[in-house]
């Protein structure tokens, strides 16, 4: 068929992604910080899924889970260095 519905699953997790898009290329500050809350949400399914599935899919939600850890950390080191250039 031509509609999957596995597809349409995987776009609608990733779209939320494209929310701090637009800031994060600016360097708002506050984007970054957000974001890096908003992240723990796919860290924590990405948990889920490691632990609950088999196979592929378990390789691939560890990797979200890596991916979303090295968001995570990029964005709270962000934050700070440029919270102390500010002051």
Do not use: N
Not at 51 to 69: D, F, M, P, T, Y
Request: charged residues 15%.
């Amino acid at each position: 068929p031509l509609y999957s519905s596995a597809a349409s699953d995987v776009y609608k997790r990733q779209l939320p992604l494209l929310l701090p898009l637009f800031g994060i290329l600016k360097g708002k500050r506050y984007t970054y910080q957000w974001a890096s809350m908003f992240i723990l949400l796919y860290f924590t399914e990405g948990c889920v899924r490691a632990w609950s599935e088999s196979g592929i899919s378990s390789h691939l939600a560890a990797l979200e889970v890596v991916l979303s850890l090295i968001f995570f950390l990029c964005a709270i080191f962000y934050a700070k260095l440029t919270r102390q250039i500010s002051q």
